[in-house]
């Protein structure tokens, strides 16, 4: 898979669980974007990375 350069960043987030506010929100921190594309982007990323299963859910006692 070919990641551009957000994606890139988010995935190098995602060494340890991260909600996706706080993506967003790093999105918003490091880029020059607002908060609703970046919450947009980031949702639209994670559901694709779930989709092929690089990615799993975690609630908040660890499961998924």
Do not use: H, M
């Amino acid at each position: 898979y070919v990641l551009n350069e957000t994606g890139e960043y988010l995935w190098s987030l995602l060494d340890s669980p991260q909600t996706a506010g706080d993506l967003a929100r790093n999105l918003t921190l490091t880029f020059e974007t607002t908060a609703g594309r970046a919450q947009t982007d980031v949702e639209v990323f994670l559901a694709a990375l779930r989709d092929i299963g690089a990615v799993r859910e975690v609630t908040d006692a660890g499961t998924a």
